[in-house]
């Protein structure tokens, strides 16, 4: 966990009961300037978990803060600061881009009209058309433009590359880059997991309600190994197993770093990470 | 004041525009007249539905305001509406009357009491609709069908007064100029009723919508 003096937003043990779903007492920090991925299969948590983040739903407990102010105490003030992008998000679908914009900057005193100009040269976008005429690429695109011009530090994103093709995808993980580079912090969140695996420096690892990794990129890919293994997988790989999917082969075995010595393997991609060990809770 | 902006700028619905002008109603004779305020109650409805289509709680919640405000805007923009209809329906009276007034078997005459008669038509409404719609405001359709279930039984109930009930019937249903003063006294008496109704039912929506989780 990143100290509070680095952190730009930190949560802690924050809650959500539903019937048939816990969200359980999650921590975690965000620290300024970095992209953070968080990832988890669908219905882990991650979008109740930013849902109670921006206070679209009441957390049973825990709270948010933003450079150390309780999220409930200047809920206005931190509003402004944040941009949330999602990709299920299509507000306004028949208004064009130039009213929603006028809109939006009347709520903000220190909107910057030349970022949001040069955003929207940079993003190729048209005041004249409407959210109805835009690929989903260039509505995240929009989103994002609106949130740097009123002068966003940190964007939280709910899946906003799914449903993108690979060109597409790779574009929003550049300018996500570019952000960084200029400093403003990002929550990734995502279960396409190659896209995190070019941009971020940390992972968040959400499984059935509760964090189960919250460490930095390359760290966690390098705490566990690969193994191939035959059918029926040997009696010793199986013994140290962290979960294990079948192939047209025999298996892929995934094993903590420390438990990998005796076995030929290679390293773990992301994906295979977040799959395996996914399996290991089916098991 | 930039929330009822707004909500008049991304929220408004085409028929919010044009179910007010339907007070022009009144120059038709024998027409239940209060049946002009439903239309603008469905002007509403629209409104909070294409609200749910186009987001709107999504793209309101992220901008640096409370969800009390939220609501309050949302309110303030159907106030308006029911205001504009019952202005453009106290314009028309008149020309009716200029026209020929004839008694009307299907409700109150198109007299000041019609103008209080839509104000107590819209405190039912606003009392029972926003609550509901706040509460949840992905089911507009429930909150309307409460709602205007009430006002149909309202308009049913006034319509049996104005033969049954003496005080309807001989004061606030009659053409008789010299009953103006006591009608005019309803209108204020309504006007306060709606004043005080759309403000409780402001405060309850605020809580209600407070509370909920949204998603989104």
Redesign the interface.
Known sequence: MISDRNALLSVRNLGKNYPGFRLGELSFDLAEGTITGFIGRNGAGKTTTINSILSFIRPDSGEVLYRGIPFRQKEHEIREKIGFVSAGMTYYTRKKLKTITEVTRSFYPGWKQDIYKKTMDMFCLSEDKTPAELSNGMKIKYALTLALSRGAELFILDEPTSGLDPVSREELVEAFLRLKDEGKTILFSTHITSDLEKCADRILFIRAGKLKADEDLDGFRRSFRIIEASDPIPPELAAVSRGSCRTKDGYTVLVSHADAAPFSGRDAALEEIMVHLEKEEEA | M?LL??EF??CMHPTGFFMPLFSILVLVPGYPYGVCCFYTTLAIFFICLTARE???A??T??????RNDAAFARILLCVCLEAAQLVIMALFIPVKNALGAMPNPAGLDAGPALIGEGFLIYTIFNIIFFPCYFRDINKPGKAFLFSSTAVFLWLVLEIIATYTVPFVRDVLDAPDPAKAGPQVLFVLVSMALFALGTWYSTVRSGKAFS?V????
Do not use: E, G
Not at chain 2, 61 to 66: A, E, G, K, Y
Not at chain 2, 213 to 216: E, W
């Open positions: 930039k902006k707004k700028r991304l186009n987001h709107d999504a793209y919640l992220t901008l640096p305001v409370s509370k989780d949204l998603s989104l």
